[in-house]
């Protein structure tokens, strides 16, 4: 991406708020892996389109897998704009691709922010299936969304009010330090010890650096992880991305029932 990401991204919400005939946001959401069921219960879809349409948002590979923008309106009357599917940082494309939903949610007018994804767990108790309150995270990547000396406040990246305000909806949720790493590939036992080691729960490979980019734009996140399996060295089995696909399948009403739950409280 050669041209500045913050025109890019009001491009993009220029054109989202002119083709979907939504001129301002109050929320975005961002579906990860094992949340295809979490925009079910929001509200009344108002408009979609294919994210691949969008200024600074790629073509799928395949026409029609690629990632949807959706504008619903909640029971309480706000707008919410989720986006199916994000970019990964492994894509090698650089953090720009990677934070463009986030930027152009905040140019269109967003000032919350829901960060969904599904990980590995390293606590036995969280069995796949389990959603958990991300507390802080740990960035991995080595890199960073922002550019130049920007130094970004992140003492309270996940905000403590709406991990609250997540467990009037679901008192049962709980909450963990994400570790990012790289990817695609999952991490070794070791890796995995090193991550509990340094203070992680949760381990994936997204989110952190749609966080930081949040921040800057002063957006206030909630970041909710699936875990869909044992991380490596922690369960029984070796990692298939089958299992992901049936925990979510199976976390399906709960995750759609919190989500729906969390909007229409804010
Ligand atoms: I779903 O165990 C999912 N995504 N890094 N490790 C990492 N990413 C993941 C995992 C996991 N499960």
């Not at 220029?14 to 925009?39: C, H, N």
């Not at 960035?139 to 991990?163: C, Q």
Request: contains cysteine; charged residues 20%.
């Amino acid at each position: 991406m050669s041209e500045d990401p913050k025109e890019l991204a009001g491009a993009a919400a220029e054109y989202a708020a002119s083709v979907l005939s939504v001129p301002t946001i109050d929320i975005a959401l961002v579906l990860g892996s094992g949340w295809s069921s979490g925009a079910d219960e929001l509200g009344e879809t108002i408009g979609e389109l294919e994210l691949g349409d969008v200024p600074g948002f790629s073509k799928p590979v395949v026409s029609g897998h690629g990632g949807r923008l959706l504008a619903i309106r909640t029971q309480t009357g706000k707008v919410a704009a989720v986006f199916t599917g994000r970019t990964h940082y492994y894509e090698g494309r650089g953090t720009d691709p990677v934070v463009h939903g986030v930027r152009t949610a905040a140019a269109w007018g967003a000032d919350t922010m829901v960060l969904t994804n599904g990980c590995g767990g390293l606590n036995p108790a969280w069995t796949p299936g389990t959603p958990v309150l991300i507390s802080d995270h740990i960035n991995l990547t080595g890199d960073s969304p922002l550019h130049g000396a920007t130094f970004v406040d992140l003492t309270e990246a996940y905000s403590k009010r709406l991990r609250d305000l997540a467990r009037t909806v679901d008192p049962d949720l709980p909450e963990g330090v994400y570790v990012q790493f790289r990817g695609p590939h999952y991490e070794t036992p070791a890796e995995v010890r090193m991550a509990g080691i340094i203070g992680g729960d949760l381990v994936g490979m997204s989110t952190t650096l749609e966080t930081i980019a949040a921040r800057e734009a002063g957006l206030e996140v909630l970041g909710i992880s699936l875990v869909t399996n044992a991380a490596a060295g922690m369960g029984a089995a070796d990692l298939d991305h089958s299992e992901v696909l049936e925990a979510g399948k199976a976390a399906g009403p709960r995750l759609a029932a919190l989500l729906a739950g969390i909007v229409n409280t804010l």
